[in-house]
């Protein structure tokens, strides 16, 4: 598992003292979705569980980019006495990010990380790598600032405010929003009381989002695109795709739509939108379809060229963890790339292999398959893991054996997800996986334990508190005011 800190923070505003976890590497080919945070500040940011005030802790990190060679380290002033033990923390951190690449991979940037003291500064380089011109980053920032005012205004004022920054509001704007929601529900969702101070109330910034999407011709639209596209993954047909397609308001929908029916755009899927092409009477409408038709083929081929592109390139990683000797090593510092894509390959390598009953191959590729399970599982939460081997079993007493071991993970929240997995198998007509998770979870009642006589003990907080790397105080405050204590 790579590892994972938490840090011990302490609530300036209540005094709370609550633990939260702190990211040291950031990655992008491990997960490409830290750019995204990178860009709106929100790296090691926690939020109080008592009463929502937070910001961010303001702690090292390094950022880093496979594919450009490029590591960024964030060493924030204030952090360490002297020179020298910002220089040792400098040095823990490259170390660390060194130890997660492959021993072939590392190359000479690694070892001399741009050094970054503010995070406003960090942020402009990223965008820089990513070619986001000054201008993109100014609207952005305006868009914040016009985010962060109009869900602290009152409603009477929204109307108003609205009015003058309409121009602001774009996708971006909205993701931004939507990027807000999220952060604000899973604090809440992290335990303690609802946030009524600050930053976290749910039901304000709602309020504020549907206000938007109801009086924006943008947010208008984002929200048609939204329920087209789920209209159609409600029910996956060809008739619904066409339906859908018809009635997609851009060319981003169309986009999403093509991709996710790829599989049903078949002959005939073409056949049915030629006979409507020629069946209206309606020129306004022959036009937009024979358009559509044309963009649907475009879209289409430009999606098969790209996933061409994509198989060979995880052909090449196949290669890579056959030849690696740390293939795990390799597979973790290559986690996004793991994708159905690459599972794929592998099954075919596999097969062919077993077809030329070449028993040196299909050791090595059963290997790698290994790594992946494993690498797969450790990024998944426990529940799923334990539902994962059980379903994978191939005898009840192997079954029995997992159970067994496993006895501390039966509670409630385990059975609730074996459940509801058991209905969503069944809407899709996978009868065959609903009875054998109806089967396990009624083995898995054996060997449930049994409520205790309800212990009124302390709340649990999240186990494994390994300290960032050597905090230079017992406490550090931070510029948001939250203060990092040493345990
Ligand atoms: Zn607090």
């Given amino acids: 598992m790579p590892p994972r800190y938490f ?20 990655d992008v080919r491990v997960n490409p979705e830290v750019k995204n945070r990178i860009f709106s500040g929100a790296v090691n940011v ?45 040095g823990q951190l490259t170390r660390q990010l060194m130890d997660s690449i492959p021993q072939e991979e590392r190359k000479g940037y690694l070892f001399q990380p741009e050094t970054f003291l503010t ?4 942020v402009k380089r990223v965008l820089e790598l990513e070619g986001v011109t000054e201008e993109d980053l100014e609207r952005s920032q305006k868009q914040r600032q016009f985010l962060d005012k109009f869900i602290s205004a009152l409603e009477e004022e929204w109307p108003a405010l609205l009015a003058d920054n309409e121009a602001l509001l774009d996708e971006n704007f909205f993701g931004m929003l939507q990027y807000t929601m999220q952060v604000i529900a899973m604090a809440g969702a992290s335990g303690g009381a609802s946030g009524g101070a600050s930053g976290g109330d749910f039901g304000k910034v709602e309020k504020a989002y549907n206000y938007l999407v109801d009086n924006t011709a943008i947010g208008q639209r984002l929200a048609k695109r939204t329920e087209v596209v789920r209209k159609f993954a409600d029910d996956p047909t060809q008739a619904s795709l066409l339906e859908a397609l018809i009635a997609a308001p851009d060319e981003e929908t169309l986009q999403v739509l093509v991709q996710s029916g790829l599989s049903l ?26 358009h559509l038709r044309r963009q649907i083929l475009e879209i289409r081929d430009a999606i098969m060229e790209a996933s061409e592109d994509v198989a060979r390139a ?6 890579k963890l056959l030849n690696t000797e740390d293939p795990l090593k390799m597979a973790r510092s290559y986690l996004s790339e793991l994708d ?17 009953g070449d028993k040196h191959s299909i050791e090595a590729l059963q290997r790698i398959a290994a790594v992946l399970n494993q690498v797969t599982e450790e990024n998944m939460p426990p529940e799923i893991v334990l539902a994962r081997r059980l379903m994978m079993a191939t005898s009840d007493e192997q079954v029995h054996t997992i159970l067994k071991n496993n006895q ?14 058991e209905a969503a198998s069944r ?36 186990q494994p508190p390994t300290p960032p790397p050597a905090p230079p105080e017992d406490e550090t405050r931070t510029a948001s005011g939250l203060i990092i204590a040493k345990r």
């Fill in 7 to 26: 840090a011990t923070v302490a609530c300036p505003v209540c005094g709370t003292r609550f633990q939260t976890p702190v990211e040291q590497i950031l």
């Fill in 340 to 356: 159905d894509t690459f599972a794929f390959v592998l099954r075919s390598e596999l097969t062919a292999a077993r077809n030329r």
């Fill in 427 to 462: 809407e899709q007509g996978e009868a065959k996986t609903a009875d054998q998770l109806a089967h396990i979870r009624a083995l898995a009642q054996q060997y449930a334990p049994q409520p205790e006589a309800a212990p009124e003990a302390e709340p649990s907080t999240p």
């Fill in 408 to 421: 501390k993970m039966l509670q409630p929240q385990f059975f609730q997800f074996l459940e509801g997995l």
């Fill in 265 to 290: 755009m078949d002959y005939s899927f073409f056949q049915q939108l030629v006979y409507r092409m020629e069946a209206t009477e309606d020129p306004q409408e022959k036009a937009h379809l024979t």
């Fill in 119 to 122: 995070m406003e500064n960090i």
């Fill in 46 to 90: 926690a939020i109080c569980p008592s009463c929502g005030n937070g910001g961010a802790l303001n702690i090292p990190f390094i950022y880093h980019d496979p594919e450009k060679e490029k590591a960024l380290l964030f060493l924030p002033f204030g952090i360490g006495n002297g020179e020298v033990e910002r220089q040792k923390l400098a």
């Fill in 314 to 319: 995880r052909a090449e990683l196949l290669e």
